[in-house]
């Protein structure tokens, strides 16, 4: 087996997950070994640009994967510390919900944030905000 790095693969599938991977020449046919294999999307919005990180196998309680070289299109070793960093804080932190990562790697968002305001407060907000508009 040869020494780990981290690496984007392509797959026939037209997924794209990023992972801590090895490949095994087993006998003539070679396998990759998929450590925390994860999708990782840009998403770009008008308060900047996102990264949004989930498992590639979201029901599976597996860390590590095996695919046959047929199923690859292309694979890519990655040096990019940021990807590398954004990638080992989802794998290191204990609660394994889907989070989003500013590009930065500064602020964390998760869905388990509490709310921000009330319906009402909020409501009474944005009524003044329309109506601030409404008078320019």
């Known amino acids: 087996m040869e020494e780990e790095f981290y690496a984007i693969i392509k797959l026939i599938s037209g997924e794209e997950i990023i992972a801590l991977i090895s490949i095994d020449e087993n006998d003539g046919d070679p396998v990759i070994i998929l450590q925390n294999p994860l999708t990782m999307k840009m998403i770009h919005s008008p308060t900047g640009s996102y990264i949004k990180v989930k498992p590639w196998m979201e029901l599976s309680e597996d860390d590590i994967f095996i695919i046959k070289l047929d199923r690859v299109i292309t694979m890519t070793e990655t040096k990019d510390s940021k990807v590398i960093d954004v990638y080992n804080s989802y794998i290191n932190d204990e609660d394994d919900d889907i989070e989003l990562y500013r590009s930065s790697g500064e602020v964390k968002v998760s869905n388990k944030m ?14 003044k905000i329309f109506k601030g508009l409404k008078e320019s």
């Open 114 to 127: 509490g709310y921000i305001s009330s319906v009402e407060d909020a409501r009474e907000k944005l009524e």
